[in-house]
């Protein structure tokens, strides 16, 4: 009887392939191994074993697996329901969320490589230069890959040079499968075996009269060896001796010390003192106790506490409970620049228990972070994450807490799978019947809709930790500044008088502008010309620092123009401004004191966000400038002040989230100021005073904002009313793309009628030379989401089957905002 598996590969392919496997493959084989599997005419792929079977294939032969890659399985069964869940939620193949799920160093791919024909029988002369300096290469080396080859010969057109080789039967071709992951391995020495006895010993140290350095480094091991009783690595060893590598080769040479290797983690821990029990206030205890119940009854609970009102030490409480049931636990995170202030709380309470996944990790430490979850290990029972996290390989998970769960940065835009971490932690709770608490001061406006509808529990806590008062909020007319010149620069008199008064008693200043940069747009005062980028349908922003003008979506940059590149004209101005010019007019404001800025121009590095913050908490800036990263749930102790330099760059944004996004944001940034005994003060700088959202934010006023917010939305039609899934058509091809989007409308809203909006440009219509050109589809909430998504598939298959669309390339995105 013959044997088959099915297999996932890491392609945008929209079934799982099949491989024949022998009877005894098939023994050893289980659901979640990699197999390496031959696909096309001659790449590997490695893939992931989902169903294995006898049932052969019909429309095609199935062929035979390269090799096994794993002794036991890597994916676990509910990781493979939930990749199940994410792809067909969020309308994409299962091979796109594996690529997403697992660090891309278990993904092994061939790689072509060049040898020499084992039976090789050529005249030297009948080779061109080239294939002679390949074929002398090739002699000196077992094989080579096509980029070294590219190397040697000095041109990026090698392959006839190959193929030609080829033909001669001089050289073969072959695809060879390279491991990725290589575990780190430490040096370590101990006194080798035949110097066991006492007398042997002495003999030693006599030998080694003549040699003070060495007897030094044997004496100085054996202390190390009789205080530590664990093996002593070469580079402490040296340390303690006070002397170099060298001395402890020669002594290896000599047989004196035998060398040995043991695999350890690229990610350390660093031992601390462990803090005592966490005492609750009572308005905590009793949020607490609450947040217990709600799980009783509910598995999802949204824990709605203003700024400051000590939710970490609630998060806390609970995760101490589940780990005591021996289970795991997620936090989810919006920002990596978050990670480095709660690791270390979290670290203070539970040690190495605690492991850290983001995208600043290298491949390898990703790796080792998924292994030790995968083995349930000691040192993986709370894992901190951002949004990939939810894709780890958990045994137990018991609790996933998602911190400020109204951040937007938990959708992912590009590559598909376009997922929200929020929403899909939710389905991920359900799968391992572990319990989700979603914590923020500013509630999404979806999760406080099914809170309110009771899908989930809501719990508040309205009193900040401490009795501490909220920041108190002032709105500054900038227009009437204006008017009276009482701006510097982009300061009103009332922020730098502000400034100069928490500088003078030692406090600290926030101030927050949500765009980077110098200046956004660079225009020429005779003609109004500005320049723009060549790939994308925008101007190009001043950056100061490196005197340059740069493209925010493409990267493409030039030297900053002393004349207009239209008219020739001197006269050039900057229009709007940045964080770097922001932290420019304050040198100049404040010189003697020392100004940080934290955007992504600053925080580029593997630890780029955690040398700020901690430079800012030990109060080595006394103004940090910075976006959207200052506002999430950052905890400084001695800042009173926080600034937000203009709100109506969030306001006036075309979006239908945009005043929820900027109540939000201003909010979120106001609860960094005066989180310890004295009230903070929050300065809102803006040409409209008036507007609700402004007034809003002063007053505190959530439920209001909320319930204007859903009235609008349930008159025109939008989330959490209606759900939403977005087409966007992309192409070189300008007319192209505007057929194509004719086309699909015209499908679309034959099926879904007025409940189709488009097609549209979207605000930026072309990035890197592709046109853009949107389709948004509302669904109502009695409307089937998954009869809604089959009949969109027929239509996108139709689509593809013309030939003049096949250049076209489809990206849905469902739950787009």
């Not at 501490?468 to 007319?477: A, F, G, Q």
């Not at 910075?626 to 926080?642: A, E, P, Y």
Request: aromatic fraction near 8%.
């Amino acid at each position: 009887m013959s044997h088959f598996i099915n297999v996932i590969l890491p392609l945008p392919l929209e079934k799982h392939f099949t491989y024949s496997v022998s009877p005894a493959e098939a023994d050893f084989l289980q659901v979640g191994m990699r197999v390496a599997v031959p696909f096309g005419k001659s790449k590997i792929y490695t893939g992931i074993i989902s169903k294995i079977h006898q049932q052969a294939p019909e429309i095609y032969e199935a062929k035979p697996i390269e090799q096994i890659l794993d002794e036991k399985p890597i994916v676990t069964a509910t990781q493979l329901k939930f990749w199940e869940w994410i792809a067909s939620y969020y309308m994409c193949a299962e091979g796109e969320v594996l690529r997403a799920a697992i660090p891309s160093a278990f993904l092994l791919e061939s790689e072509t490589v060049v040898q020499l024909y084992k039976k090789i029988e050529i005249e030297e002369r009948a080779l061109t230069d080239d294939e002679f300096l390949l074929f002398e290469a090739l002699q000196r080396q077992s094989s080579m890959k096509i980029q070294e080859i590219i190397q040697l010969l000095d041109k990026k057109t090698v392959l006839p040079v190959i193929n030609s080789l080829v033909e001669k039967r001089v050289v073969v071709v072959n695809q060879e499968i390279y491991e990725q992951y290589k575990p780190k391995l430490e040096r370590y020495v101990q006194l080798h075996s035949s110097y066991s006895g006492e007398a042997r010993m002495h003999e030693l140290l006599d030998n080694l009269d003549r040699a003070p350095r060495q007897r030094e480094v044997v004496l100085t091991l054996f202390s190390l060896s009789a205080r530590t009783k664990k093996p002593i690595k070469v580079s402490e060893l040296a340390k303690e001796a006070k002397t170099t590598t060298a001395t402890i080769k020669s002594l290896i040479d000599k047989n004196v010390l035998e060398e040995f290797h043991l695999q350890t983690q690229r990610v350390q821990y660093e031992e601390r003192k462990l803090a005592g029990e966490i005492e609750l206030n009572e308005f905590q205890e009793q949020t607490f106790s609450e947040v217990e119940q709600a799980f009783e009854s509910e598995s999802v609970c949204l824990l709605h506490g203003v700024t400051s009102s000590g939710k970490t030490e609630i998060y806390i409480k609970l995760i101490e409970k589940v780990i005591a049931e021996g289970k795991q636990v997620l936090f989810l995170l919006p920002e990596i620049a978050l990670t480095a202030q709660l690791i270390s709380r979290l670290q203070n309470y539970f040690g190495e228990q605690v492991m850290v996944y983001h995208s600043k990790y290298s491949v390898n430490e990703r790796v080792e972070v998924y292994q030790n979850i995968l083995n349930n290990s000691e040192k993986a029972k709370i894992v901190v994450g951002v949004r990939s996290s939810i894709f780890l390989p958990f045994q137990k998970l018991g609790l996933i807490v998602v911190d400020e769960e109204h951040e937007s940065t938990f959708k992912q835009y590009d590559p598909a799978p376009r997922y929200n971490a929020r929403d899909a932690s939710v389905v991920l709770g359900n799968l391992h019947s572990s319990n989700v608490l979603l914590g923020t001061a500013t509630p999404a406006i979806e999760s406080y809709f099914n809170a309110e509808h009771h899908k989930y529990k809501l719990v508040n806590l309205n009193r900040r930790f401490g009795n501490v008062l909220l920041p108190k909020i002032e709105v500054v007319d900038i227009k009437e500044k204006h008017r009276k010149k009482r701006m510097m620069g982009h300061f009103s008199d009332r922020l730098q008088e502000e400034i100069t008064e928490t500088l003078k008693n030692g406090e600290q200043v926030i101030l927050f502008q949500n765009r980077r940069g110098f200046s956004p747009i660079l225009e020429c005062n005779t003609c109004g010309h500005s320049p723009q980028c060549p790939n994308c349908d925008v101007s190009l922003t001043f950056h100061n620092h490196n005197n340059q003008l740069r493209c925010h979506y493409c990267g493409y940059h030039m030297a900053l123009q002393k004349k207009c590149m239209k008219c020739g004209s001197p006269e050039l101005t900057t229009k709007g401004f940045g964080t770097e010019q922001v932290e420019t007019e304050l040198k100049a404001l404040f010189p003697e004191h020392k100004i940080g800025r934290m955007d992504l121009d600053t925080t580029r590095g593997k630890h780029g966000y955690e040398k700020i913050i901690a430079a800012f908490e030990a109060k080595e800036i006394d103004i940090l400038v910075g976006t959207q990263m200052l506002t999430k749930g950052l905890d400084f102790r001695n800042v009173r002040l926080v600034g937000i330099m203009n709100a109506d760059t969030l306001l006036n944004f075309p979006d239908f989230r945009a005043h929820e996004r900027s109540f939000q944001l201003m909010l979120q940034v106001a609860g960094r100021a005066g989180r310890t005994k004295e009230q903070g003060l929050v300065l809102i700088q803006t040409y409209n005073p008036h507007h609700r959202i402004v007034q809003q934010v002063s007053t505190n006023s959530y439920v209001e904002m909320y319930e204007e917010q859903t009235e609008e939305r349930r008159q025109y039609k939008y989330p959490p009313y209606y759900r939403l899934i977005r087409i966007t058509l992309k192409s070189r091809d300008y007319s192209r793309v505007n057929e194509g989007a004719d086309w699909l409308a015209k499908g679309l809203k034959q099926a879904f009628q007025e409940n189709v909006l488009g097609p549209e440009f979207p605000p930026v219509a072309r990035i890197r030379n592709e046109y853009y050109k949107n389709i948004l589809i509302k669904i109502p909430q009695k409307q089937s989401i998954s009869k809604t998504k089959k009949v969109m598939e027929r239509i996108f298959t139709s689509f593809k089957a013309i030939g003049g669309f096949r250049s076209i390339k489809l990206v849905i995105n469902v739950d787009p905002y």
